[in-house]
């Protein structure tokens, strides 16, 4: 097209468009006159015109998931590409299989291109640290970072399975195994916090059911970590990661803890239970009222006013729902666990008696080896038995921490039970010389009290935590 | 020249590394970021907004044909099928029908043989996210002809790109 058929097309073209739309044609034809060449133009222009819709109405925009991808049958290392099967925060996770040990597993990588950026390499380094500190059985292990031909690699445990998002889409699940689901997320959730690891993207579709039934949730660490500033080039109206089950502080960008992931099991929970998204259009479905309390909680805006973490969660849903601060009652009376619960409150009362007698030790030896003497017997007595106090308290009112609580404060109590019959049997010796009384009551607990920490306390916890058996311990193992 | 479209790279390059899938970044907001950089750090080469933008637009164009070619070199590489995290959320990213920006840049070149300011034009638009008005400013022309040369080269490129499909079909 020559320069002027150009500028008659233009002019038809623009004379056109300023008419109605019903008008348009006819008014070419009398624009174009004989000119059949520029009518046949300007009309499939216009055509194009009326169907164009919004065509590059949008600005043009980077799509930032065409990162580099290795095909699959593509070796890495002694890794074998099989498929794709996700992306992360800046990388692309593939189903793959170690030729070396014979065995499936799942591959995180940072393709060379951004490998190269030192920050992010530190990134997925912490990232994988992070996750490599939680052991759970509902949680995919770690096996390596490796760095194989310019890619960094995260090698970790392939878990073969469903997501939960298409157990949902299928019409989900009953109350029953809702529970069961929430509760291993919960474990999850607990492990990961206390390993200081958070989630930050739980949703249905990191919870995976393997065809054995269990529950893992995966992308720990694989979930995105802030970075400052990584938040404010959203464009409104594209939805950012996975809103839906962001908690309200991590929508905004602050800073996040494991309130936030919290947040994101009530809403999982909830999905599970209801079938429907908290935040779903579609008419309010009701929550089971036994589950309703936990779930409110887990959705408070304030994340002071939610759960702690996920330890807290497990404790929550372990509590029979329908009557949770019961379990005072349930231990049995004469049950091997009541005997153990017994026997802590016992010794605690003793230990706390025996000051007196210990006092009146160190008024009658008197001088620095008396004082010494009371001094040790009192540090034996505040640790021993306040700590079987906080053991016994925990046996009754949060069971579900007693075997952690337990085994943190086991040494530390024993320690204080030899100083305290130690101290009290030397504190009998010195007396003894002249007061016998005193001497006999001070000697006589000493060695009732090994007697009772040595054998009987063995005893009643032998029989009390031998197993999951006893009355309490069954309701949830 | 160089310097805006290196500029724009490194910014394109750092924001798509950390971003998620789903997530789109706008060509308009590397723009801007560009010239507030280059503009406190160069203020006397770049003190002239509207000549930046006609710079950058460019730029900007040639950066998301590169990725495009990469992109399509890489699908003949034998990339498998993917499936993204996204494809697989409820509710997927609400994103615009995909451009073919090779057929497009073509398009463009060739529109730009006939007439230069229609080409400019959507170079800004497009490529930037320019207004029309906007757009008016850097071209030192009126809304009114932006407007109407706007209409005509959509048209004309829509055009185009329909034909090559058909011709490939």
């Known amino acids: ?477 | 020249m160089p310097l805006v479209y290196d500029e724009l790279r490194r910014l394109a390059a750092r924001y798509i590394s950390r971003e998620r899938p789903g997530q789109t970044l706008q060509a308009t907001a590397l723009v801007n970021e560009a010239y507030v950089r280059l503009a406190s750090e160069r203020p006397r080469e770049f003190a002239n907004k509207t000549h930046f933008l006609a710079i950058a637009a460019l730029s900007m164009r040639q950066i998301l044909v590169q990725r495009a070619r990469a992109k399509k070199a890489e699908k003949r590489g034998g990339a498998p099928h993917r499936i993204t995290l996204d494809d697989r959320n409820l509710d997927g990213a609400n994103l615009p029908p995909a451009i073919d920006m090779l057929a497009l840049d073509e398009a463009l070149t060739r529109l730009e043989a006939q007439d230069a300011e229609m080409a400019r034009i959507v170079e800004l638009r497009y490529f930037v996210g320019l207004t029309v008005e906007e757009t008016a400013d850097v071209l030192e022309s009126s809304p009114a002809t932006v407007k109407r040369h706007w209409a005509m080269a959509r048209a004309w490129l829509k055009q185009a790109l329909d034909s090559d499909v058909h011709a490939s079909e």
């Open chain 1, 1 to 477: 097209m020559n320069a002027d058929q150009w500028a008659r097309l233009k002019e038809v073209f623009a004379g056109a468009l300023a008419q109605p739309v019903a008008s348009r044609d006819a008014w070419l034809q009398q624009a174009c006159g004989d000119d059949t060449e520029l009518l046949k133009e300007a009309e499939a222009l216009l055509r194009a015109h009326e169907t164009a819709g919004d065509f590059l109405e949008q600005p043009a925009a980077f799509d930032p998931s065409d990162l580099d991808t290795l095909a699959e049958g593509t070796t890495l290392g002694s890794y074998r590409i099989l498929r794709e099967i996700g992306r992360g925060g800046m990388g692309v996770v593939y189903h793959a299989y170690d030729t070396d040990l014979e065995r499936d597993v799942a591959l995180k990588t940072l393709p060379p291109a951004l490998a190269n950026n030192s920050q992010l390499r530190e990134r997925q380094r912490r990232e994988a640290l992070a996750a490599a500190r939680i052991k759970d059985a509902h949680v995919a292990t770690v096996y390596a970072l490796a760095e194989i031909d310019g890619h960094m690699v995260m090698v970790s445990e392939f878990v073969e399975g469903e997501t939960l998002r298409s157990v949902l889409n299928r019409g989900g699940v009953g109350a029953g195994r809702a529970h069961e689901i929430a509760r291993s997320i919960a474990v999850a959730l607990a492990a990961a916090h206390e390993a200081g690891v958070i989630h930050r993207d739980l949703k249905p579709e990191n919870v995976i059911l393997t065809p054995k039934g269990l529950i893992k949730v995966i992308d720990f660490g694989i979930a995105h970590i802030e970075t400052p500033g990584a938040d404010r080039i959203t464009i409104p109206g594209v939805p950012l990661g996975t809103p839906a089950y962001m908690a309200p502080e991590q929508l905004r960008g602050g800073s996040v803890t494991s309130r936030a992931d919290v947040y994101a099991f009530g809403v999982v929970f909830r999905e599970l239970l209801t079938g429907r998204h908290p935040l779903s259009r579609q008419d309010p479905a009701a929550v089971p009222p036994r589950f309703a309390g936990i779930i409110a909680r887990c959705l408070k805006l304030d994340p002071d006013e939610r759960y702690e973490s996920g330890r807290e969660l497990v404790t929550a849903l372990s509590s029979d729902a329908s009557a949770p601060i019961v379990s005072y009652e349930r231990t049995l009376v004469g049950s091997p666990r009541w005997w153990w619960e017994f026997h802590q409150a016992a010794a605690a009362t003793v230990y706390w008696i025996m000051t007196w007698p210990a006092w009146t030790g160190r008024q009658i030896i008197g001088g620095a080896t008396g004082r010494a003497l009371f001094i040790a017997t009192l540090i034996g007595v505040i640790v021993a038995a306040n700590l079987r106090l906080h053991l016994w308290f925990t046996s009754r009112f949060t069971p579900s921490e007693l075997r952690r609580a337990r085994r943190r404060e086991g040494t530390w109590i024993r320690a204080a039970d030899w100083l305290f019959v130690a101290s009290l049997a030397v504190t009998g010796v010195f007396v003894g010389e002249d007061r016998s009384p005193v001497a006999i009551v001070l000697l006589a607990v000493a060695v009732g009290a090994t007697i009772a920490f040595l054998i009987i306390e063995r005893s009643t916890a032998r029989a009390a935590f031998r197993n999951s058996a006893t009355p309490r311990e069954l309701r949830h193992p």
